[in-house]
């Protein structure tokens, strides 16, 4: 099936199938991923009988024993962070160079016809600025959906082994941050594919403009070709202000959704305090939990804008690896 016919699963799939030479490499950096993500949750779990053992309790061996605990927590998150970015970058930088070369392979062997009927500007912007879109879908995205998915299980995990009730009231927003996520889904990637093409048109016009530059002077050009370069730079401007507005709409509603679910967890939280049901720590365990969750989810909604500008990307890389 041609790729522009191809679903944005086949397309992911076929991108993933350039990463799997270098699946070594790719499962250290997912490793790391795993480890760096264990400790979200670790670090509002110590909160708790940190708070309730010395503050309460007046146990002060538990707060050697806390501290000498959070330092590990962050020396294994700085040793993960670290060999997940380097090994993630080795792999990008691999893809990359691979489809590149792979793009300029294949226009050395095709007819002449093709590159007549091509522009010279759109095939140096698959080979550049594509090939570079291409990598934010294959690593950037695994990153965001690998460490801050199982981020976000852990601490909910957490909160709800301390209170089912409070926990319940702050996933409760989660459907409705699903949908305004689909809801921004096509626009995104229309509005890639329509950045895509302009950055190609502007490159045209350059390239032109460079190997024209005799005949412009000799017929004084020079005027129309600003006004053309002018129309493809505020081409390629609108659509990246389309593309910047629809990614960026779908964080602050899903942040309003989610401060309005905070402050339902705060209010029902002081009621537990007062009836006993929850400790000091406890609370302050699961409020530290709630606030590190919105992070990896605001990432997990912003994901998606990334996501369908690296398809888009692909499916121009791959419609010219596949020409015939």
């Known amino acids: 099936m041609p790729v522009s016919e191809g679903s944005s699963y086949a397309i992911y799939k076929r991108l993933l199938g350039h990463v799997a030479p270098y699946w070594r490499r790719f499962g250290y950096a997912l490793l790391a991923m795993v480890a760096l993500a264990a400790t979200e949750p670790a670090i509002p779990a110590l909160l708790k009988p940190l708070l309730d053992g ?13 501290a000498a605990a959070l330092v590990a927590v962050f020396v294994v998150r700085g040793i993960a ?16 160079m691979d489809l590149r070369t792979a793009m300029l392979d294949k226009l ?26 291409v990598m934010e879908a294959a690593t950037y995205v695994v990153t965001v959906l690998v460490k801050d998915s199982l981020a976000v299980i852990g601490l909910l995990a957490w909160m709800l082994w ?4 409070l926990t319940l009231i702050a996933i409760v927003s989660g459907p409705f941050i699903a949908l305004i996520v689909l809801h921004f889904s096509r626009r995104l990637r ?11 048109n502007i490159t ?19 005027n129309y070709e600003r006004g053309r370069f002018r129309r493809a730079a505020n081409a390629a401007r609108l659509f990246h202000l389309k593309f910047v507005s629809a990614g960026s709409a779908t964080a602050p509603i899903a942040q309003l959704l ?33 606030a590190a969750i919105f992070s990896p989810l605001r990432r997990l909604t912003n994901v998606n804008s990334r996501l369908q500008k690296g398809l888009a990307a692909a499916r121009t890389v791959f419609e010219m690896m596949d020409e015939e």
């Open 54 to 66: 010395s503050f309460v309790e007046r146990n002060t061996d538990t707060v050697y024993t806390i």
């Open 81 to 96: 962070s670290f060999l997940s970015a380097v090994a993630l970058a080795w792999v990008s930088g691999k893809l990359v």
């Open 108 to 133: 050395l062997s095709v007819p002449t016809r093709y590159t007549a009927d091509n522009s010279s500007g759109k095939l140096v912007s698959r080979i550049t600025f594509d090939a570079n879109q």
């Open 162 to 165: 301390i209170d089912l009730q």
């Open 190 to 200: 229309s509005t890639s594919t329509g950045l895509q093409q302009s950055m190609g």
């Open 204 to 222: 045209q016009v350059i390239n032109e403009v460079i190997d024209g530059q005799e005949v412009i002077r000799v017929f004084g050009g020079q």
């Open 258 to 290: 989610a401060s309005l679910a905070l402050a339902a967890v705060i209010i029902v939280a002081a009621g537990h305090a007062a009836a006993g049901t929850i400790t000091v720590g406890g609370f302050v365990s699961f409020f530290t939990a709630m």
